[in-house]
């Protein structure tokens, strides 16, 4: 007779080896594996915030959380141009108490450059966690030993713990992107394709690096795998689903709702309604032009709101971003029209444009094309394009996949800016990286379908051939794992203590001018303007017309600029003359209302204010 305790232990170790209890041994494999990864990447390859686009960002998100609206604190030149010009109100004010403000600096200045999603986000995000904006200050060993393993090392600054949080948040997104990657190979293809798809994109470095830039591309990306899943389901209902039946319908809404969601996510995204619309017209076995207009209209009714606000404020659908295309031309090159307090549109001509498509568009197929995925997997993708599936499904979504490639390789070509060149590959002009688990997916498909044409001596030889390949395309990942370890601050040019000390010297409500004034923005929470595109006309306009400027905080993005380049050919008063005429004659100009500098930033920093701020009790 058996006693029940070993027929419980003999039930244990029978769902241990082959029931429910092994694929929760295996899940809690998976998810300690995964954890393993999220520490050891950001132990080795964690970088501090280093785009002006993630700063940028952040710090409006911080706005929105604090109850300052959708206002920010770093102000482009171009969009106080924006706001003046739309401006049609009184231009004398009956009430000294109340001036005019056209400019909008006086109080919280509107932010015309950002779409709201990511950012909306990002507010509910330090709503719920614990975020310190504020640098501690180590002033005895325990601290030091107490933080030298996270947020400083060695008693000195290492992480910014708001940047961190940024991060692992994106890298929560960046699991979402595999997992949905999984389920629609999955439901497109077969187990063995879902399953290295899978763990090739959990591979790839770019994606890692994307994770933790701070950019919105990881919310994008689960974005746009929502459409890709939406039409898959859509397509597979039309084929073979029920004719009169209202999912069809209510899944090409959504697919209209999803592009307008990821167009005030990035406003590039916008033009993915023409490939959705295409894919409908081309695959609807009827219905096709009510399919189309429907989801144009939820489109429509998802991203209008937001334009009409801008319109609202300074008359441009898109805000600054209106004038993306003018921007790294010959007649606005690097950041020329940001910082434009008046610029001259009269300069731009198609055939400017033109060049510039040209350009980039070259630059893409040489370049970007080849390594649009993050690995290798590019070249069986294009290879792939080739092979004809027996599924319909397979095919459909492959030719809506390169609709899709067609149309962001013109719209990165013509929205290239300077951005792209600060920081290439990770930026949010990057629109071919969307592409990623669409290329995983069918370079893996490619890659099983040779490796079925092989003959195989004997079957594990299979699964030598499959592991060396995911080896090989996760090359880059093992790559940033090994030595040197990547240092996590951005410098040159952003050192935040030395950010938010400088910041710290000034009052909320003053106004700064700045080379990072995105950086100033997020480190030091104070309202920054753009350096002007010269020292003394655009610089007085904004200080005697508008509000005066209390400090000019200048780094090496300046102070380390090109000698021939920035401080001797400009026509104009630049401020790299500023900086040259300074250094010759060891004084600030004379007519510069910013005379006071404390010691210990020269030379590599310069920080002019009104008077002695740092000597305050």
């Known amino acids: 007779m058996r006693l029940p305790i070993g027929d419980s232990i003999q039930d244990i170790i029978y769902k241990l080896e082959a029931g429910s209890g092994m694929r929760v041994v295996r899940w809690a494999l998976l998810v300690l594996a995964i954890l393993f990864l999220v520490i050891v990447y950001n132990w080795r390859a964690y970088r501090n915030m280093a785009t002006q686009e993630a700063m940028d960002t952040a710090q409006l998100a911080r706005n929105i959380a604090t109850g300052k609206g959708y206002s920010t604190f770093f102000i482009r030149p171009l969009s106080i141009y924006l706001l003046t010009n739309h401006y049609r109100g009184p231009l004398i004010s009956s009430d000294p108490a109340n001036p005019i403000d056209p400019a909008r600096l006086k109080g919280p200045h509107p932010d015309l450059a950002n779409p709201p999603v990511y950012p909306v986000v990002l507010a509910a995000l330090m709503k719920l966690l614990p975020f310190e904006y504020d640098i501690p200050i180590v002033t005895s060993e325990s601290d030091t030993k107490a933080r030298s393993y996270f947020w400083h090392r060695h008693g000195r600054f290492w992480w910014y713990q708001p940047d961190f949080m940024i991060a692992l948040f994106n890298q929560v997104l960046l699991f979402g992107v595999v997992l949905l990657t999984y389920r629609i190979a999955r439901s497109m293809f077969d187990l063995q394709i879902a399953r290295l798809s899978a763990l090739l994109l959990l591979g790839t470095e770019l994606l890692w690096r994307f994770s933790v830039s701070g950019l919105s591309t990881m919310l994008l990306l689960i974005i746009f795998l929502g459409l890709i899943w939406t039409l898959a389901r859509l397509e597979r209902e039309m084929r073979v689903g029920n004719a009169t039946s209202w999912v069809p319908w209510a899944l090409t809404a959504l697919a209209g709702a999803l592009v307008g969601l990821g167009a005030l996510t990035r406003y590039s995204f916008m033009w993915m309604i023409i490939p959705v619309m295409l894919f409908l017209a081309f695959f609807s076995p009827r219905d096709r032009a009510e399919r189309c207009l429907l989801a144009l209209a939820t489109f429509v009714v998802v991203f209008a709101p937001w334009v009409i606000r801008n319109m609202v404020l300074c008359g441009e659908p898109f805000g600054t971003a209106t004038y993306t295309v003018l921007e790294t031309t010959s007649a606005f090159p690097e950041h ?43 070249a069986f993708f294009i290879a792939g394009l080739l092979l004809h599936f027996r599924e319909p499904g397979r095919n459909r979504l492959k030719y809506f996949a390169l609709m899709c490639l067609g149309l962001f390789m013109i719209v990165q070509a013509l929205g290239r800016t300077q951005l792209s060149e600060d920081s290439p590959q990770v930026n949010s002009e990057n629109m071919l990286f969307l592409l990623a688990p669409l290329v995983t997916m069918y370079g893996v498909a490619l890659f099983f379908v040779l490796l079925d044409h092989l003959e195989m001596p004997f079957y594990a030889l299979r699964h030598i051939i499959t592991g060396a390949f995911a080896v090989v395309m996760c090359l880059p990942m093992v790559l940033a794992f090994v030595p040197p370890r990547t240092n996590p601050i951005a410098y040159p040019p952003y050192y935040p203590p030395t950010i938010q000390q400088v910041c710290n010297w000034m009052n909320e409500n003053e106004l700064m001018m700045s080379d990072v004034p995105w950086a100033v923005a997020w480190y030091g929470r104070r309202p920054c303007v753009w350096l002007t595109l010269n020292a003394q006309s655009d610089f007085f306009a904004i200080n005697d017309y508008f509000k005066p400027i209390r400090a000019l905080y200048l780094t090496p993005r300046t102070m380390n600029g090109r000698f021939l380049t920035d401080w001797v050919l400009p026509r104009e008063y630049s401020w790299g003359s500023f900086v040259l005429e300074s250094v010759m004659r060891k004084e600030i100009p004379p007519n510069f209302p910013l005379r006071k500098a404390p010691e210990g930033l020269w030379p590599e920093q310069l920080f002019l204010t009104d008077w002695e701020r740092w000597r305050k009790p």
Do not use: C, E, H, M
Request: proline residues 5%; glycine residues 4%.
């Open 336 to 378: 020329r029209l940001a910082r434009s307090l008046a610029p001259n549109f009269a300069t731009f001509n198609l055939t400017i444009g033109w060049y510039k498509f040209l350009a980039n568009i070259k630059q893409i197929v040489q370049t970007d094309l080849p390594t649009l995925s993050g690995t290798w997997l590019t």
